[in-house]
């Protein structure tokens, strides 16, 4: 069973920044495929961006250039820094771990961002 856990989300104006943190228990980032989703009142679950074990990165066409993941294999962690944020950002924030037949979620933080 892999425990993760989801911090760094807020109330940030337009334009502000965040770092979103993910930290894993049961279980490796770096053999993993790691992601970070996003969810909107009303709207389904979209794929913001991914890092593979071997570290090629992909995001949602929206994010690009304001959003990079990272992960720290130490410290078995997997960041979403996030730049020049939107109201349209507005969203909770949920952190995913795949590896083979094993599919986990993190419970989610509140990203919010006024205008």
């Known amino acids: 069973q892999v425990h993760l856990v989801e911090s760094g989300g807020g109330l940030v104006q337009a334009g502000g920044s965040l770092r979103l943190s993910c930290a894993a228990s049961?279980?490796?980032?770096?053999?993993?495929?790691m992601a970070w989703y996003r969810q909107a009142p009303g709207n389904r679950r979209d794929l913001v961006a991914r890092?593979?074990?071997?570290?090629?990165?992909r995001y949602l066409d929206s994010v690009k250039g304001r959003f990079t993941i990272s992960r720290d294999d130490a410290e078995n962690t997997v960041y979403l820094e996030m730049n020049s944020l939107k109201p349209e950002d507005t969203a909770v924030y949920y952190c995913?771990?795949?590896?083979?037949?094993?599919?986990?979620w993190g419970q989610g933080t509140q990203v919010t961002v006024s205008s």
């Open positions: 049961g279980g490796k980032v770096s053999i993993a495929a």
């Open positions: 890092i593979s074990r071997d570290l090629d990165r």
């Open positions: 995913n771990y795949v590896f083979e037949q094993d599919n986990f």
